[in-house]
């Protein structure tokens, strides 16, 4: 089968550093998002990785290893504003060829003061 | 100006009615979906479509009809509403002519079903 593994929830302090880690089972993988999604909100684009290594983008990062069906992202710097749940989505090819996403739930991260 | 647009924002009705929740987007972008989102289930695929002429069933398509009226638009019913079907219902768009085709999220239809 298809499946995405990410923590339920998380807490960190203010400024400090955390890492969200994404494990999936997947057939033919073309890329991994995470996304971003504040209580309420639509989801947002963060990252995408479709080769292995880390991609930087500001306080952001996103590291992906295919190999081991891992990638996590790294959140510098926390702010308050962090807190919301970060998703982590699979594109792969079903039996047709065609490709879709498949979704984690979420991992509901908490900046604390 | 928001580039995916949904109404309405928020809807109660009552089980057994009928309610269509569309969707509106100015990115040009050929492809549309519906998700529902439910706490601890996530984001779950209702329908999506490719072009005009295209509409596919995604995981949940059971009790629900979607029409694409156009490129930009993408409507999704519920025939025959039920309380299950109370969940937060997003609209999204992606392009293919793009590398990674993200998609796109519109604000969200919070829909309550009594």
Known sequence: ?113 | DADVTQTPRNRITKTGKRIMLECSQTKGHDRMYWYRQDPGLGLRLIYYSFDVKDINKGEISDGYSVSRQAQAKFSLSLESAIPNQTALYFCATSDLAGALETQYFGPGTRLLVL
Not at chain 1, 84 to 91: E, F, G, K, P
């Open chain 1, 1 to 113: 089968g298809q499946n995405i593994d990410q923590p339920t929830e998380m807490t960190a302090t203010e400024g400090a550093i955390v890492q969200i880690n994404c494990t999936y089972q997947t057939s033919g993988f073309n890329g991994l998002f995470w996304y971003q999604q504040h209580a309420g909100e639509a989801p947002t684009f963060l990252s995408y990785n479709v080769l292995d290594g880390l991609e930087e983008k500001g306080r952001f990062s996103s590291f992906l290893s295919r190999s081991k069906g891992y990638s996590y992202l790294l959140l510098k710097e926390l702010q308050m504003k962090d807190s919301a749940s970060y998703l982590c989505a699979v594109r792969s090819y079903n039996a047709g060829n065609n490709r879709k996403l498949i979704w984690g739930l979420g991992t509901s991260l908490a900046v604390n003061p």
